[in-house]
Every structure is written in C-alpha cells, then in structure tokens.
C-alpha cells in the first residue's frame, strides 16, 4: 500500500457540470500525477506536480485544469465535463521524477452522461 | 517525441509455458524504461525497470527484461506463466530532457492483456 486514496472512486454526472477529482497521499513524495486509461489507449499523462503550486500540462491536457496547494493532495477539475472525458482516472506519486517508481492509486471510474 | 508501441493486444499461453510480451519504443535520448502490471479494478505496480545499468533487468515474480538499443526493444520475459500471471502489462517510457532532467512523465503502450490457460 503506497499510502494512495483517491475519491471519489465512482461518479456519474451530466454534460457540462464541473467535477473535482481528490487524490491524497500519506508518503511526503514531491511528485503527482494525473492520468486517465482509455481501452486501446493505455494511460496517458493530463498533468503532474513537481511541488506545491508547481504543476505543467501533460500530453492531453485540454479541459482538465489541476491544483496543489499543499504537499499531499492534487485536486483534477473538469470545469464542464463531456462524454469524452469519461474514463478511469488514476493518480500517481513519485519520490523523485525521473526513473522513480511511480506508485498509483486505486482509481476513479467516472461516467460522463 | 517519444512513442511506446506493445505487439499483440492480447497474449494467450498455457500455464507452465514461457510468456513474451514485446515493447518497442522511440526515443530520441536514452530513456528509462518500465513494465507495469495492472489486475483487475486495481491501479498499476512495478514489476521492473531499466535505467541505464544492466541491460537485463529481473523484477518481481521472475519476471525479467533485456534492454537492446540497436532493436529498440524492452521485451517482457517469465519462463513459466502461472495462472496468478493473468493481467494487463504495460511497457512506459519516461524521458531525460537535453538539460539532464526528468519530471517522470510516463507515456505509456496500449497495453496486452495475458490470458494463461489450465
């Protein structure tokens, strides 16, 4: 157990409302990421922290926006969300970047209707 | 850029035989290379990965890879599946920037599924 939650860990909601998903860690570690897994896609990067208030844009960033206001939690905000954004979301935490091993949490399946 | 591509979406073998799972990817600096395993409704775990020592790398379950730079290839080995071997496999790779830097963003492959029958 990497000392990873997420939540919440299923939502469904409609078209164009905004969603907040919370990904918490116990561990202290400096680096945060956000990825969704799409069937066929693998996981793919939305954004990732490399420290409180520092954060950057990953390889499918549009209509995502994230914050980190302190060490272990990283919030990913949908501002309006779209069917296209339904997916599994997981977070990932890192001690230093690089080749660190990257540790995920259990997940957040959410449904865009 | 740097791209991972994964052979074979799905991967069948019987228990006791030896599991193959191809990695290749593209990278335009030597990269770390991953393999994640991922059982259902479950995040993501380790099982190796390869950061520039030894070119095989042994990881959990006797899992292991070879890093070969003139096929640029990470193939996944065990020389015998287990039924507990049934999951998702992803090869990642993660990218030095020209400054020596790395933020540890993964791209990942489509993934293979590993079926092991009885």
């Known amino acids: 157990d990497a000392g990873i939650t997420q939540s919440p860990r299923h939502k469904v909601t409609e078209t164009g409302t905004p969603v907040t998903l919370r990904c918490h860690q116990t561990?202290?570690?400096?680096?945060m990421y956000w990825y969704r897994q799409d069937p066929g896609h693998g996981l793919r990067l939305i954004h990732y922290?490399?420290?409180?208030?520092?954060?950057d844009k990953g390889e499918v960033s549009d209509g995502y926006s994230v914050s980190r206001s302190k060490t272990e939690d990283f919030l990913l905000t949908l501002e309006s969300a779209t069917s296209s954004q339904t997916s599994v979301y997981f977070c990932?935490?890192?001690?230093?970047?690089?080749?660190?091993?990257?540790?995920f949490g259990p997940g957040t399946r959410l449904t865009v209707l | 850029a740097q791209s991972v591509t994964q052979l074979g979406s799905h991967v069948s073998v019987s228990e006791g035989a030896l599991v193959l799972l191809r990695c290749n990817y593209s990278s335009s600096v030597p990269p770390y290379l991953f393999w994640y395993v991922q059982y259902p409704n479950q995040g993501l775990q380790l099982l190796l990965k390869?950061?520039?020592?030894?070119?095989l790398v042994k990881g959990i379950n006797d899992f292991e890879a070879e890093f070969k730079k003139s096929e640029t290839s990470f193939h996944l080995t065990k020389p015998s599946a287990h039924m507990s071997d049934a999951a998702e496999y992803f090869c990642?790779?993660?990218?030095?920037?020209?400054?020596?830097?790395?933020?540890?963003?993964?791209?990942f492959g489509q993934g293979t599924i590993l079926t092991v029958h009885p």
């Open positions: 561990e202290n570690h400096r680096y």
């Open positions: 990932a935490i890192s001690v230093g970047g690089g080749a660190d091993t990257q540790y």
């Open positions: 990642a790779v993660s990218r030095v920037n020209a400054g020596g830097t790395s933020y540890g963003k993964l791209t």
């Open positions: 390869y950061t520039s020592a030894a070119t």
């Open positions: 922290s490399y420290g409180v208030k520092d954060t």
